[in-house]
Protein backbone atom coordinates (compact mmCIF):
# COMPACT_ATOMS: atom_id res chain seq x y z
CA UNK A 1 0.00 0.00 0.00
CA UNK A 2 1.18 3.86 -0.02
CA UNK A 3 3.13 4.62 2.31
CA UNK A 4 3.83 8.80 3.68
CA UNK A 5 4.70 11.12 0.84
CA UNK A 6 5.72 14.32 1.47
CA UNK A 7 6.15 17.61 -1.20
CA UNK A 8 8.23 19.10 -2.46
CA UNK A 9 11.15 16.69 -1.95
CA UNK A 10 13.19 19.86 -2.44
CA UNK A 11 12.80 23.31 -1.61
CA UNK A 12 15.10 26.77 -2.15
CA UNK A 13 13.85 29.71 -0.05
CA UNK A 14 15.18 32.94 0.13
CA UNK A 15 15.71 33.94 3.80
CA UNK A 16 12.53 35.94 4.79
CA UNK A 17 10.43 34.16 2.79
CA UNK A 18 7.54 31.72 3.75
CA UNK A 19 7.68 27.91 2.93
CA UNK A 20 4.06 24.81 3.01
CA UNK A 21 5.49 21.57 3.46
CA UNK A 22 3.14 18.64 3.26
CA UNK A 23 2.72 15.32 4.52
CA UNK A 24 0.02 12.74 3.30
CA UNK A 25 0.14 9.96 6.13
CA UNK A 26 -1.00 6.14 5.50
CA UNK A 27 -4.57 5.88 5.12
CA UNK A 28 -6.11 5.22 8.47
CA UNK A 29 -3.35 6.25 10.62
CA UNK A 30 -4.86 8.30 13.41
CA UNK A 31 -1.44 10.07 14.67
CA UNK A 32 1.02 12.41 12.90
CA UNK A 33 4.37 13.63 13.68
CA UNK A 34 6.34 16.13 11.98
CA UNK A 35 10.32 15.97 12.72
CA UNK A 36 13.39 18.00 12.14
CA UNK A 37 16.81 16.73 10.90
CA UNK A 38 19.50 18.68 10.43
CA UNK A 39 23.08 17.68 8.33
CA UNK A 40 24.51 14.74 10.59
CA UNK A 41 22.02 14.62 13.41
CA UNK A 42 19.14 12.61 14.13
CA UNK A 43 15.09 13.57 13.70
CA UNK A 44 14.23 16.07 16.47
CA UNK A 45 10.69 16.36 17.38
CA UNK A 46 8.77 18.95 16.21
CA UNK A 47 4.95 18.41 16.83
CA UNK A 48 2.23 15.76 16.97
CA UNK A 49 -1.14 15.28 15.80
CA UNK A 50 -3.90 13.14 17.25
CA UNK A 51 -6.62 12.88 14.33
CA UNK A 52 -7.16 16.89 13.75
CA UNK A 53 -6.16 17.79 17.43
CA UNK A 54 -2.04 18.94 17.75
CA UNK A 55 -1.51 17.51 20.94
CA UNK A 56 1.75 18.85 21.64
CA UNK A 57 3.85 21.48 19.70
CA UNK A 58 6.70 21.69 22.48
CA UNK A 59 9.44 20.95 19.78
CA UNK A 60 8.70 23.68 17.29
CA UNK A 61 11.67 26.19 17.90
CA UNK A 62 9.73 29.70 17.56
CA UNK A 63 6.83 30.98 16.88
CA UNK A 64 7.79 31.23 13.19
CA UNK A 65 6.33 27.83 13.15
CA UNK A 66 3.12 26.29 12.81
CA UNK A 67 1.40 22.92 11.80
CA UNK A 68 -2.24 22.13 11.19
CA UNK A 69 -4.21 19.06 10.46
CA UNK A 70 -7.39 20.42 9.54
CA UNK A 71 -9.12 17.42 8.72
CA UNK A 72 -7.44 14.70 10.60
CA UNK A 73 -5.30 13.60 7.11
CA UNK A 74 -3.36 15.88 5.68
CA UNK A 75 -1.14 17.85 7.42
CA UNK A 76 0.72 20.99 6.34
CA UNK A 77 4.13 22.63 8.27
CA UNK A 78 4.45 26.16 7.77
CA UNK A 79 7.33 28.45 8.29
CA UNK A 80 7.31 32.20 8.28
CA UNK A 81 9.79 34.73 7.40
CA UNK A 82 12.68 31.82 6.99
CA UNK A 83 16.33 31.91 8.36
CA UNK A 84 19.52 30.01 7.51
CA UNK A 85 19.15 27.68 10.66
CA UNK A 86 15.67 26.21 9.53
CA UNK A 87 17.98 24.78 6.57
CA UNK A 88 17.63 20.79 7.35
CA UNK A 89 14.82 17.77 6.26
CA UNK A 90 11.40 18.38 7.79
CA UNK A 91 10.18 14.27 7.95
CA UNK A 92 6.69 13.28 8.19
CA UNK A 93 5.56 10.33 10.33
CA UNK A 94 2.49 8.85 11.11
CA UNK A 95 1.29 5.48 13.13
CA UNK A 96 -1.67 3.42 14.33
CA UNK A 97 -3.91 5.25 17.16
CA UNK A 98 -2.70 4.72 20.61
CA UNK A 99 -3.64 1.64 22.13
CA UNK A 100 -2.18 -0.93 19.99
CA UNK A 101 0.73 -3.31 20.09
CA UNK A 102 2.81 -1.16 17.26
CA UNK A 103 1.87 2.47 19.12
CA UNK A 104 5.28 3.43 18.80
CA UNK A 105 6.18 2.42 15.29
CA UNK A 106 6.16 5.24 12.97
CA UNK A 107 6.36 5.13 9.62
CA UNK A 108 8.56 8.16 7.68
CA UNK A 109 7.99 9.95 4.60
CA UNK A 110 11.12 10.78 2.28
CA UNK A 111 11.28 14.11 3.86
CA UNK A 112 11.54 17.50 2.26
CA UNK A 113 14.98 19.20 2.06
CA UNK A 114 14.83 22.58 3.06
CA UNK A 115 17.61 25.18 2.00
CA UNK A 116 17.46 28.69 3.13
CA UNK A 117 19.98 31.56 1.37
CA UNK B 1 20.92 17.44 26.35
CA UNK B 2 20.94 14.58 24.64
CA UNK B 3 18.61 12.15 26.45
CA UNK B 4 19.65 9.21 23.48
CA UNK B 5 23.54 8.70 22.10
CA UNK B 6 25.24 6.65 19.90
CA UNK B 7 28.91 7.29 20.43
CA UNK B 8 30.33 5.28 17.59
CA UNK B 9 29.53 7.60 14.29
CA UNK B 10 30.75 4.78 11.81
CA UNK B 11 31.05 1.36 12.07
CA UNK B 12 33.10 -0.85 9.14
CA UNK B 13 32.17 -4.68 9.00
CA UNK B 14 32.63 -7.80 6.97
CA UNK B 15 30.37 -9.41 5.20
CA UNK B 16 28.71 -12.39 6.87
CA UNK B 17 30.31 -11.08 9.79
CA UNK B 18 28.27 -9.80 12.44
CA UNK B 19 27.56 -5.66 12.64
CA UNK B 20 27.17 -5.04 16.92
CA UNK B 21 25.49 -0.76 17.27
CA UNK B 22 25.27 0.23 20.72
CA UNK B 23 23.10 2.84 22.06
CA UNK B 24 22.99 4.49 25.52
CA UNK B 25 20.35 6.48 27.20
CA UNK B 26 19.58 8.53 30.16
CA UNK B 27 15.96 9.12 30.58
CA UNK B 28 14.86 6.76 32.82
CA UNK B 29 11.65 7.08 31.96
CA UNK B 30 11.66 5.40 28.53
CA UNK B 31 9.97 2.28 28.12
CA UNK B 32 10.09 1.46 24.39
CA UNK B 33 12.94 1.21 22.34
CA UNK B 34 13.50 1.39 18.44
CA UNK B 35 15.75 1.07 15.81
CA UNK B 36 15.67 2.56 11.92
CA UNK B 37 17.32 2.22 9.24
CA UNK B 38 17.82 5.00 6.60
CA UNK B 39 19.47 5.30 3.40
CA UNK B 40 19.95 8.86 1.51
CA UNK B 41 17.41 10.91 0.15
CA UNK B 42 15.32 8.35 1.87
CA UNK B 43 13.37 8.20 5.00
CA UNK B 44 14.11 6.21 8.18
CA UNK B 45 12.04 2.89 8.05
CA UNK B 46 11.34 0.98 10.75
CA UNK B 47 13.60 -2.30 11.38
CA UNK B 48 13.19 -3.96 15.71
CA UNK B 49 11.74 -2.57 18.50
CA UNK B 50 12.25 -3.62 22.21
CA UNK B 51 9.66 -2.77 25.19
CA UNK B 52 11.57 -2.39 28.62
CA UNK B 53 9.77 -5.12 30.27
CA UNK B 54 11.94 -7.69 28.10
CA UNK B 55 15.86 -7.68 27.50
CA UNK B 56 15.66 -9.38 23.87
CA UNK B 57 14.03 -9.48 20.80
CA UNK B 58 14.57 -11.37 18.03
CA UNK B 59 13.23 -10.85 14.10
CA UNK B 60 15.47 -13.18 11.29
CA UNK B 61 18.81 -11.38 11.02
CA UNK B 62 18.41 -8.59 13.70
CA UNK B 63 18.34 -9.19 17.57
CA UNK B 64 18.07 -6.08 20.07
CA UNK B 65 19.22 -6.52 23.15
CA UNK B 66 17.93 -3.83 26.07
CA UNK B 67 20.27 -4.07 29.79
CA UNK B 68 17.79 -1.43 32.23
CA UNK B 69 20.31 -1.41 34.58
CA UNK B 70 22.87 0.47 31.91
CA UNK B 71 20.29 2.33 30.48
CA UNK B 72 22.23 0.17 26.86
CA UNK B 73 20.66 -1.15 24.18
CA UNK B 74 22.31 -2.94 21.19
CA UNK B 75 21.36 -4.27 17.34
CA UNK B 76 22.69 -7.08 16.23
CA UNK B 77 22.88 -8.07 12.53
CA UNK B 78 24.25 -11.48 11.71
CA UNK B 79 25.10 -12.43 8.87
CA UNK B 80 25.83 -9.02 7.75
CA UNK B 81 24.63 -8.30 4.15
CA UNK B 82 26.20 -5.48 1.58
CA UNK B 83 22.46 -4.45 1.30
CA UNK B 84 22.79 -3.68 5.43
CA UNK B 85 25.06 -0.65 4.62
CA UNK B 86 23.10 2.30 5.70
CA UNK B 87 22.79 4.95 8.14
CA UNK B 88 20.81 3.28 12.30
CA UNK B 89 18.74 5.22 14.40
CA UNK B 90 18.47 4.09 17.84
CA UNK B 91 15.20 5.82 19.24
CA UNK B 92 13.37 5.87 22.61
CA UNK B 93 10.01 6.84 23.62
CA UNK B 94 7.70 6.78 27.31
CA UNK B 95 4.37 6.23 28.46
CA UNK B 96 2.81 9.27 27.97
CA UNK B 97 4.73 11.34 26.68
CA UNK B 98 2.36 11.39 23.32
CA UNK B 99 4.25 8.74 21.28
CA UNK B 100 6.81 11.16 20.58
CA UNK B 101 10.57 9.69 19.44
CA UNK B 102 13.86 10.86 20.51
CA UNK B 103 16.65 9.99 18.38
CA UNK B 104 20.21 9.30 18.79
CA UNK B 105 22.45 10.60 16.52
CA UNK B 106 22.92 7.29 14.15
CA UNK B 107 25.80 5.51 13.24
CA UNK B 108 26.89 4.79 9.89
CA UNK B 109 26.91 0.99 9.34
CA UNK B 110 29.36 -0.14 5.96
CA UNK B 111 29.21 -3.66 4.56
CA UNK B 112 32.44 -4.53 2.78
CA UNK B 113 32.53 -7.74 0.65
Known amino acids: GAGVSQSPRYKVAKRGQDVALRCDPI?????LFWYQQALGQGPEFLTY????????KSGLPSDRFFAERPEGSVSTLKIQRTQQEDSAVYLC???????????????FGPGTRLTVT | DQQVKQNSPSLSVQEGRISILNCDYTNSMFDYFLWYKKYPAEGPTFLIS?????DKNEDGRFTVFLNKSAKHLSLHIVPSQPGDSAVYFC????????????FGTGTQLKVEL
Open chain 1, 49 to 56: FQNEAQLD
Open chain 2, 91 to 102: AASQTGGGNKLT
Open chain 1, 93 to 107: ASSLASGGANVYEQY
Open chain 1, 27 to 31: SGHVS
Open chain 2, 50 to 54: ISSIK
